[in-house]
């Protein structure tokens, strides 16, 4: 479930992204970009782009941590943490709340190799 939240966030941000750039081949992501995205801005996007910029940055910020983000009930419970945390601070940056969603859920998630 955060999986597809993720990609769905992620793919937002790139359809965002090319009705703003207005061309036709796809935008790169940048994490100077994206990292100033807050949750309301990210909520007024598509599904699609929202769950690829949300994907986008729980990658970066699981790669920084070490571990990675399985698609079973262990990324399930960041995903949960991602929403409630958006849903309390709409204000605060998306990247800030999935990067301490995942610092939370750090001791349940398998190591990058």
Same mark, same amino acid.
């Given at each position: 479930?955060?999986?597809?939240m993720l990609a769905a966030a992620a793919a937002?941000?790139?359809a965002s992204t090319t009705v703003q750039a207005q061309t036709a081949s796809p935008p790169a992501f940048t994490l100077? /970009?994206?990292v100033?995205? @807050?949750?309301? #801005?990210?909520?007024?996007?598509?599904?699609d782009a929202r769950k690829?910029?949300?994907y986008y940055l729980a990658e970066y910020?699981? /790669?920084?941590r070490g571990? @990675?983000?399985? #698609?079973?009930?262990?990324?399930?419970?960041v995903g949960y943490l991602v929403r409630g945390g958006c849903t309390l601070a709409p204000d605060a940056y998306l990247?800030?709340?999935?990067?301490?969603?995942i610092v939370a859920e750090l001791k349940n998630l398998p190591k990058r190799q």
């Open positions: 479930m955060m999986t597809r937002l941000l790139v100077e /970009r994206a100033f995205i @807050t949750c309301k #801005e990210a909520h007024d996007m598509k599904p690829a910029l949300s910020s699981a /790669r920084y571990v @990675t983000l399985p #698609e079973d009930s262990r990324g399930e419970q990247f800030s709340v999935i990067d301490r969603a």
